[in-house]
Structure formats: C-alpha cells, structure tokens
C-alpha cells in the first residue's frame, strides 16, 4: 500500500559530516511531523508541517537540524555537522487533518554517528 | 516540563491472561489521546483513541480518567502477538502530541 515512506532506511555518517533525511507522506495527507526516538524511549518531537508551512520547530534541538517541505509534499530533514548524540532512529508521520488526528508513521530511518 | 508517565515494564504475562497498564499525563487541559503499539525495530501504529467515555476494540479496552489524569490500556485473553511495546500519547491543547517512553509487554506461552 502506499503508506509512508522514508529514506535512507540507515544512514552512518563520520562526526561532522552532513545528513539529509528524506519523507515521503501518504498522499493528500496535510499534516507531516519529524520525531527523533532514542533506544528505549518514545518519540520525541522535532517539527510539524502543515502544507508547505513549518508550524512547529520548537522541537528542534539545535539550529544544526533543519526541515523543509517546500512542495508541501515531500520532507527533507538535514543534519549539519553532525554529533555522536545525534544517533537515532529519525521517524517522520503524517495525518489527513491537524495534530489531533491519528498519525501514520513511517519505517524511520537510523542515523548512526561514529 | 510535559510529561506522559509510564511504567517501563516488562510486564512478563501468559498467554490467556488479562493485562492492563495505565498511565499518566500533566496537563488537565489535553484533548485527546491514544495508546500505540511498537514491535521492536519498527514503527509506532495506531491502537486506539482513547475517548472519554471509554471505548473497546475486540479484546483491547482504554479508558480516560480526568480527574487523576491517567489513560489506561486492559488486554483480555492475551496472545503472543501482543508483545509488543505500548506507547501512550498525550494531545495538549495546542494539539502537540507528548510521548510516554512506552510499557513493553511480553506474552509467555
């Protein structure tokens, strides 16, 4: 089915190294979210979409992670110079409506920084 | 600070038995939450939404208490495919959606 799709399925980058992160949402879904989860623990928000407009970056936790959706279709998450902390499965979800409305995930993708 | 609070498990269970696991969240004025489930390496799928009244789907059964601010998750008759981790999920007001740590269930033959 055409669900939510993301690529690389796994990413190892060297420290310092810059990563773009790819989203494809289902289609016509309006809304499109970023999470960063960690071994062992839930997701954690990054950013929010709506259409083509960044709504939400509180979640961002550096100005070295950047999101974008210019078409509001496809995202792209980019990583600057990135940090051994930043290793982690990188989940981006997408929904019909706003936040409130159930979210479909994407397979992730795992970033390992070495 | 939000916070959804779970208990980390693992909630080691056999086959048959019923489980529940609860947990809590801060902040009085969220609309809306949901129980997920996540298998290991995989992605979180959507296992219900949790209204107030309650609601049940075959053996899966949540309900929402507002005034001690928790959401729980009742398993019946348990299978081995239930293991899983169960992840509960808090919608503020703003509608941001707040992510418990999840509870990790593993049903024994």
């Known amino acids: 089915g055409a669900g939510v799709s993301q690529s690389p399925r796994y990413k190892v980058a060297k420290r310092g190294q810059d990563v773009a992160l790819r989203c494809d949402p289902i289609?016509?879904?309006?809304?499109l979210f970023w999470y960063q989860q960690a071994l062992g623990q839930g997701p954690e928000f990054l950013t929010y979409?709506?259409?083509?407009?960044?709504?939400?970056k509180s979640g961002l936790p550096s100005d070295r992670f950047f999101a974008e959706r210019p078409e509001g279709s496809v995202s792209t998450l980019k990583i600057q110079r990135t940090q051994q902390e930043d290793s982690a499965v990188y989940l981006c979800a997408s929904s019909l409506g706003g936040r409130g409305n159930e979210q479909f995930f994407g397979p992730g993708t795992r970033l390992t920084v070495l | 600070r939000k916070e959804v609070e779970q208990d980390p498990g693992p909630f080691n269970v056999p086959e048959g038995a019923t489980v529940a696991f609860n947990c809590t969240y801060s902040n009085s004025a969220s609309q809306s939450f949901f129980w997920y489930r996540q298998d290991c390496r995989k992605e979180p799928k959507l296992l219900m939404s949790?209204?107030?009244?309650?609601n049940e789907d075959g053996r899966f059964t949540a309900q929402l208490n507002r005034a001690s601010q928790y959401i729980s998750l009742l398993i019946r008759d348990s299978k081995l495919s239930d293991s899983a981790t169960y992840l509960c999920?808090?919608?503020?007001?703003?509608?941001?959606?707040?992510w418990g740590a999840g509870t990790k269930l593993i049903i024994k033959p």
């Open positions: 999920v808090e919608g503020d007001s703003n509608y941001q959606l707040i």
């Open positions: 289609s016509g879904h309006v809304s």
């Open positions: 949790v209204y107030s009244s309650g």
């Open positions: 979409f709506q259409n083509e407009a960044q709504l939400d």
